[in-house]
């Protein structure tokens, strides 16, 4: 005989909650992403304004990926195309990284609070689904 159904229901809902506290709903300095094929882990990440930034970044997929973050109010939307004039709209992109690699590197949060869309620059990969969101909130 084990539990009672409903109390394993409830354990699972409160693991969940527990889980979900430290994640990237508050903003942090340093921040972790796993790229996969094809997707950002997590897809949001939550930054204070104007604050420099450190980003780690593993690839675990098989294929090349980039981190690329566009300017506010620049959507590409969750199927479109990134291409030259996409680049030229990105805030801050990371140079492309291999398959099975990790780097580490910094920027400059953005001064302005919002909603900033995170794409995979690699042609096609946007279309297959690796896009996220960066929040800018307003420094404590
Ligand atoms: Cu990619």
Not at 56 to 67: E, M, R, T
Not at 89 to 114: D, I, K, R
Not at 132 to 139: D, F, H, N, R, T
């Amino acid at each position: 005989m084990g539990k009672p159904l409903h109390l394993t229901i409830v354990s699972i809902v409160f693991a969940l909650i527990l889980s979900g506290c430290g994640g990237s709903d508050r903003p942090d300095t340093s921040i972790s992403v796993t790229m996969t094929d094809f997707a950002f882990l997590p897809n949001t990440l939550t930054v204070p304004t104007g604050e420099e930034i450190t980003l780690s970044v593993a690839n675990n997929g098989a294929v090349a990926h980039n981190f690329m973050i566009m300017k506010l109010g620049y959507d590409i939307g969750s199927h479109g195309h990134v291409g030259e004039e996409e680049h030229a709209h990105a805030y801050w992109q990371q140079e492309q990284l291999e398959a099975g690699e990790t780097t580490q590197s910094t920027f400059t949060a953005p001064g302005e609070v919002g909603e900033y869309q995170i794409v995979c620059g690699v042609a096609g990969h946007l279309e297959a689904g690796m896009v996220g969101k960066l929040v800018v909130v307003a420094a404590p």
